[in-house]
């Protein structure tokens, strides 16, 4: 059961109208709760939105309006460190918070607790889309949201009641990502081309928005120019230098 659920997975970007009650947010949010954590540190924190101008100025800032206007729950994840500053303070501790490793285990349990979240909903027959929009503009959001130092976004999550169910996308083959024992590159100038074609195949008879595509050449495209560069000065005005 819970291995078809989580093979089933496909992004919502179209809500039908229904608003989640206060009792399942928090249920949600317990149950999300249960990730693992690097040494315990639970270094996230999330912001529930239900200020309509919010919801709004947000879904404008992350480029994705039609999915705030739509769901039935919106989050803000953020990486939190300034919960853990609170901590070191009660013991007259400074707690350093501005390394490359801080960053990193803040990610990971936001993504952590992230997929927690997504899989409990998806459970309920909710659907969901993470939002890594938020990223384009990390300064005004974190205004907007009040974000105080030690503290910054990652990403946003809609859930509500899927308007329309989308087909799921094929995932590169195991053999693409699994390596025994040692990294084998050699086997990716097969393995890919035929992952293409499977691609090539999805795009053209999927039941919407169906287009000429492949993985290499979307990857290559997307990916052959610094994207977000904005992103290391934001993260110094938080307080994380990256050490």
Same mark, same amino acid.
Request: proline share 3%; charged share 25%.
């Given at each position: 059961?819970?291995?078809?659920?989580?093979?089933?997975?496909?992004?919502?970007?179209?809500?039908?109208?229904?608003?989640?009650?206060?009792?399942? %947010?928090?249920?949600?949010?317990? *149950?999300?709760?249960?990730? +693992?954590?690097?040494?315990? %540190? !639970?270094?996230?924190?999330?912001?529930?939105?239900?200020?309509?101008?919010?919801?709004?100025?947000?879904?404008?800032?992350?480029?994705?309006?039609? !999915?705030?206007?739509?769901?039935?729950?919106?989050?803000?994840?953020?990486?939190?460190?300034?919960?853990?500053?609170?901590?070191?303070?009660?013991?007259?501790?400074?707690?350093?918070?501005?390394?490359?490793?801080?960053?990193?285990?803040?990610?990971?349990?936001?993504?952590?607790?992230?997929?927690?979240? %997504?899989?409990? +909903?998806?459970?309920?027959?909710?659907?969901?889309?993470?939002?890594?929009?938020?990223?384009?503009?990390?300064?005004?959001?974190?205004?907007?949201?009040?974000?105080?130092?030690? %503290?910054?976004?990652?990403?946003?999550?809609?859930?509500?009641?899927?308007?329309?169910?989308?087909?799921?996308?094929?995932?590169?083959?195991?053999?693409?990502?699994?390596?025994?024992?040692?990294?084998?590159?050699?086997?990716?100038?097969?393995?890919?081309?035929?992952?293409?074609?499977?691609?090539?195949?999805?795009?053209?008879?999927?039941?919407?928005?169906?287009?000429?595509?492949?993985? *290499?050449?979307?990857?290559?495209?997307?990916?052959?120019?610094?994207?977000?560069?904005?992103? +290391?000065?934001?993260?110094?005005?938080?307080?994380?230098?990256?050490?």
């Amino acid at each position: 059961m819970v291995e078809k659920l989580l093979r089933s997975h496909a992004s919502v970007r179209k809500y039908r109208e229904y608003t989640l009650s206060k009792e399942e %947010v928090m249920e949600l949010i317990e *149950t999300a709760q249960h990730a +693992a954590s690097s040494h315990f %540190v !639970q270094a996230y924190s999330v912001i529930w939105i239900t200020d309509e101008v919010k919801k709004e100025a947000l879904g404008s800032l992350s480029r994705n309006p039609q !999915q705030f206007e739509t769901a039935g729950a919106a989050f803000l994840l953020c990486a939190d460190f300034n919960r853990l500053q609170a901590a070191g303070k009660l013991h007259d501790k400074e707690i350093v918070i501005d390394t490359t490793e801080n960053v990193l285990v803040g990610t990971v349990d936001v993504a952590l607790f992230a997929q927690n979240l %997504v899989i409990a +909903a998806e459970s309920k027959g909710y659907g969901i889309c993470y939002i890594g929009g938020v990223r384009n503009e990390p300064a005004e959001i974190s205004r907007l949201f009040e974000l105080p130092e030690g %503290v910054f976004p990652l990403f946003a999550i809609t859930i509500g009641l899927p308007d329309q169910h989308n087909e799921v996308k094929p995932r590169l083959p195991v053999a693409a990502i699994l390596h025994e024992n040692a990294y084998d590159s050699e086997k990716y100038e097969t393995l890919l081309k035929e992952y293409d074609q499977t691609m090539e195949d999805y795009y053209a008879s999927r039941g919407s928005n169906q287009k000429i595509a492949n993985w *290499t050449n979307s990857m290559a495209e997307f990916l052959e120019n610094p994207r977000r560069s904005h992103m +290391a000065q934001f993260l110094a005005s938080k307080g994380f230098h990256l050490k």
